[in-house]
């Protein structure tokens, strides 16, 4: 044999004995750590003391429970089509009003920007990378939760690119008591318990970029923080609201003011940390 | 949003020399809005975009300052208010923030709290060098709650208004 054949040989064997250090059989592209948090709103300006929180309409109220059941918290990707891209300010056909992450379509939904392009796109619904299932958020305690992946095998992501973290929030619970703030012309006399007990079909985005191949670290860590609670109720009317059984107000009992609280719920303030 | 990226790097060619690299980038992402611009250019221009074009809300003023008085927010909007001679409109505000608001038309605007207290501006315009749509800019702290907003009087028969919450993110 030849020196160059030789050589060349050698270095085919070289090439493989390193590509074979390059990969490591069945490991994921990213294997992810969700941890997410739920907390009530107490933001200075609300305090009206004595636990009392003031909400945009000049009424207060004191939450005594605030619980949002999440059916889970999704990582997606993007539909890679290309299309589907809109100006937010120049809604599309069908929208009339597009802000803060969300557009009001003509039929009476509220959706977020990443599935409107999708719509726009041709329809194709944008791919779910990894769902994890969540139960319910007790703000008024503070929850704090490192969400485990269903039928084991951890939470890892498929080669690719997760552009989107969605919260889907399927149910809600709000109790305590309600009080006018305006002295001059009070609207409710005195202080009344209310109670709002509904299901929700609302998702909470936020955009994000996680890359899952073998270019990148593959153990990433996701940080979620959810703030709500005496925002979601700015723009009820407590003295119209119907009385239910035990005596205590029901601002949420009709299509308008759902929707009035579905709109503030997507408002919520959602933020993600990512490291890896 | 602060994003905190730590890359590890094998190269499997330096497998003999076993190189790492790590990276700590921080990102702290930038307002919206012009980046050259001052917060008030750029909350002039985000007037001037939606008194040229909208999307149009139109309205009527309510004749008293109470839950009659149609809502505006600042929502990117251009609300047409019909007015006679003098109108209310109301804003719920859900923090403490400057309240700016834009008017295509000569007018008097008077905010008041619900309790009928008068909220003192902290700046007034007739004019902005961002454009000649805006004939009428007021900026006026205010707290967690409803401000009512009197046009007029001796208002004309529609005024266009825009408003904004300085500090806040202009994009959409």
Request: charged content about 20%.
């Amino acid at each position: 044999m030849s020196r160059a054949r030789r050589m060349a040989a050698v270095a085919a064997v070289a090439a493989v004995a390193l590509s074979a250090c390059t990969f490591s059989d069945g490991e994921p592209f990213a294997s992810v750590d969700v941890v997410l948090a739920a907390q009530l709103d107490r933001a200075a300006g609300r305090d009206a003391g004595d636990g009392w929180q003031r909400l945009a309409s000049d009424y207060q109220v004191r939450l005594e429970a605030a619980v949002l059941t999440v059916g889970s918290v999704d990582l997606v990707g993007s539909t890679g089509q290309g299309g589907g891209a809109f100006d937010p300010a120049s809604p599309p056909p069908g929208y009339s009003l597009c802000h803060n992450g969300h557009c009001h379509a003509d039929d009476g939904r509220l959706v977020s920007y990443a599935d409107v392009a999708a719509e726009l796109a041709g329809g194709d619904a944008a791919p779910v990378l990894l769902s994890i299932p969540v139960g319910a958020l007790d703000l008024v305690a503070g929850a704090e939760r490192t969400l485990p992946c269903a039928e084991g095998g951890g939470c890892t992501l498929p080669l690719g690119r997760a552009t989107v973290v969605r919260v889907r929030a399927t149910h809600l619970v709000l109790t305590g008591q309600v009080r006018d703030g305006r002295t001059a012309a009070p609207r409710l006399g005195g202080e009344h318990a209310f109670t709002i007990d509904i299901p929700v079909a609302v998702d909470l985005t936020a955009t994000t970029d996680i890359a899952a191949d073998r270019s990148h670290a593959p153990d990433v860590a996701i940080d979620l923080a959810l703030i709500g609670g005496a925002p979601w109720l700015d723009a009820l009317d407590f003295a119209a609201a119907p009385v239910a059984e035990g005596g205590a107000l029901t601002p949420v009992s009709d299509p308008e003011s759902l929707t009035l609280l579905t709109t503030a719920l997507l408002e919520s303030e959602l933020s993600v940390v990512v490291t890896r | 949003m602060t994003t905190i990226s730590m890359t590890f790097v094998s190269l499997p060619r330096l497998a003999l020399l076993a190189t790492f690299t790590l990276a700590v980038s921080v990102f702290v992402p930038a307002c919206g809005g012009d980046d050259d611009a001052t917060p008030e250019e750029s909350i002039d221009v985000e007037g001037c975009e939606h008194l040229q074009e909208g999307p149009a809300a139109p309205i009527t003023a309510g004749a008293v300052a109470d839950e009659t008085a149609p809502l505006v927010a600042a929502d990117h909007r251009r609300y047409d208010i019909a007015v006679t001679d003098t109108g209310f409109v109301r804003f719920a505000a859900d923090e403490a923030t400057d309240l700016v608001v834009f008017i295509d038309a000569p007018a008097t605007l008077t905010f008041t709290g619900a309790d009928g207290t008068v909220l003192p501006p902290e700046e007034t315009a007739t004019s902005s060098p961002e454009c000649t749509d805006i004939k009428g800019k007021v900026t006026v702290p205010v707290g967690v709650g409803t401000v009512f907003i009197a046009i007029g009087p001796g208002a004309p028969a529609e005024v266009s208004m825009v408003v904004e919450e300085a500090g806040h993110d202009h994009e959409h």
